[in-house]
């Protein structure tokens, strides 16, 4: 999940208007650019692909199970959402951690009853598909769902405001399956400080992780949920590597010497990541790989807060709640005025952390139903992972860097951290 809630309930009657506007602007640029970015896949490239064990590290879809009722068995030909299991398929994806993500404004109150509500949400999309889904709990679990043409589902925690400051409800979403979990969203929360509200005065922030927030990644090191550092601040970043006995993973992250959002990783917390033996899953956000997409988003910032007051006073007038259907309608809307960048980006962040980190050390965390479709040229949904592989073969890469890039790295540090918790897990035998 992106943060740029700002945009999400944007107007009703203007959005309407400027869409009609600029399809009819935009429309013939975008089908250019779809026509460029649908090269073909060779067939070594597909080869290498369908030889992979290909995992994605962040989903937004449980917010679709559980909203708009979206089932991942759709083969809706209209539907423009990013996973199904008819794409996975097709895009020989093995596993998907879902993204278990609690609004903290509009859930405030009750973040581990919408974290449980989520967590269902997954565990009913595959109940209803057991012969083409199953849910999977470690790298066994997603080896096994892969032999058997299952995708793997998995869940990580997007925030740590979903604990409420208890580490026995971080125990129980363990116990329930997540095995990841995001420190913080865009908003600080108790114990740790994140990089979506660092420079606001009025939040208040503990310079990076509280002494708590320190136990709670010890507590996950020994559970064996993997720590993930996305959108945190980079204090808090700092301050978890210094603590955490296990690799830590950036779910869905990419690199800010292409692109320098805040959220995105400088080149010392690349190398950082690389020494901790943990991996940077590449995030496919336009505006976190495209320095033109964001200055462009942030160009648009003040016209659509304006637009959003304007369609949530209308709303209030008419005492009528904000839906999720619609503020994603809406917000696709906006997306879609800014022209995609090139599927070349996404794989220049790829390349870069390479070189940076090596090549042990990067991954894919797509962000896949969370950035209102904003992706670059090519890829409108899991079914066009075979083109990132095609471009990596295209750069030079090797098959076996190219299968470590696609899953292998993942899977290695989702392993580890599945040792250090069972070496944490030893209880000395007492000598009386
Ligand atoms: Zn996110």
Do not use: C
Request: glycine share 6%; proline share 3%; aromatic share 6%.
């Amino acid at each position: 999940m992106t943060h740029h809630r700002i945009f999400h309930a944007a107007l009703a009657l203007f959005a309407l208007t400027t869409l009609l506007l600029s399809s009819v602007v935009f429309g013939q640029t975008s089908s250019k650019a779809s026509d460029q970015a649908d090269s073909p896949v060779s067939a070594r490239a597909r080869a290498i692909h369908d030889s992979a064990i290909i995992v994605d590290t962040h989903a937004d879809t449980p917010q679709r199970f559980l909203d708009e009722g979206f089932d991942i068995g759709s083969t809706d030909p209209n539907d423009v959402g990013h996973v199904s299991l008819d794409k996975a398929r097709r895009g020989n994806l093995a596993g998907e951690f879902f993204s278990i993500w609690v609004d903290p404004e509009t859930n405030q109150g009750h973040f581990a009853r919408h974290t449980f509500d989520l967590i269902d949400s997954v565990y009913e999309q595959a109940a209803r598909h057991p012969d083409r889904m199953m849910m999977a709990f470690s790298v066994a679990d997603i080896e096994r769902a892969h032999q058997q043409h299952k995708l793997a589902a998995l869940m990580g925690i997007e925030g740590g405001h979903s604990i409420e400051n208890d580490i026995h409800l971080l125990r129980d979403y363990y116990r329930l399956g997540v095995r990841y979990m995001t420190l913080s969203w865009s908003n600080t929360n108790e114990w740790a400080d994140s990089s979506g509200d660092i420079n606001d005065v009025k939040v208040q922030h503990h310079d990076g992780l509280t002494g708590f927030g320190k136990q709670v990644v010890l507590e996950m090191n020994r559970l064996g949920m993997m720590v993930d550092i996305s959108h945190v601040a980079d204090k808090t970043f700092w301050d978890t590597i210094a603590v955490t006995k296990a690799p830590v993973i950036a779910s869905h992250s990419s690199a800010r010497a292409l692109d320098s959002h805040p959220r995105n990783m400088t080149d010392d917390m690349l190398r950082a990541v690389a020494k901790n033996g943990g991996v940077v899953q590449v995030n496919f956000y336009s505006g976190f790989l495209d320095e033109d997409f964001r200055k462009a988003m942030e160009a648009q910032a003040k016209d659509q807060a304006a637009a959003v007051h304007q369609y949530e006073d209308q709303l209030k007038a008419q005492g009528k709640p904000v839906a999720y259907v619609d503020r994603d309608r809406i917000e696709r809307e906006w997306m879609a005025k800014i022209p995609r960048p090139p599927l070349k980006l996404l794989i220049d962040h790829i390349d870069h952390i390479a070189k940076v980190a090596g090549v042990d050390h990067v991954g894919l965390g797509s962000d896949f139903d969370g950035v209102s479709g904003a992706t670059p040229q090519g890829i409108d949904s899991a079914a066009d992972l075979p083109k990132i592989t095609q471009a990596l073969l295209d750069r030079g890469y090797a098959a076996e860097d190219i299968k470590k890039i696609l899953g292998g790295n993942l899977l290695r540090v989702f392993a580890t951290v599945e040792r250090v918790s069972r070496e944490e897990s030893v209880v000395p035998v007492q000598t009386r």
